[in-house]
């Protein structure tokens, strides 16, 4: 192995074994679903999806899950946009609560 791919991976390893803050170790804890802020398959989410997005950027972030929807499928109308900071949106393959 060459030295400075060496070196790159000594600095990899040493960022990844600094200790995250507490605040982004919270706002990954935080995670909640579309469903808990209204959302049902084939009605318009958007204001779901914002609804949690605000919640989770009023606490300091975390996680809006917007899981598989089923038959009908989930429907978002007009353009929608997120400006929050420490805000993860994931799509689920898997049934969430």
């Known amino acids: 192995m060459n030295s400075n791919r060496r070196n790159t991976l000594v600095r990899m390893a040493a960022i990844a074994a600094l200790p995250r803050s507490s605040v982004a170790a919270e706002a990954e804890a935080r995670v909640v679903s579309i469903?808990?802020?209204?959302?049902?398959?084939?009605?318009?989410?958007?204001?779901?999806?914002?609804?949690?997005?605000?919640?989770?950027?009023?606490?300091?972030g975390g996680t809006v899950v917007i899981p598989r929807s089923g038959l009908d499928g989930w429907q978002l109308s007009g353009e929608t946009r997120i400006e929050a900071s420490n805000i993860r949106i994931e799509l689920h393959d898997l049934t969430c609560p």
């Not at 469903?35 to 919640?55: E, H, N, T, W, Y």
């Open 35 to 60: 469903k808990a802020f209204g959302a049902v398959p084939g009605a318009d989410v958007r204001p779901a999806i914002l609804a949690a997005v605000q919640s989770l950027a009023a606490s300091g």
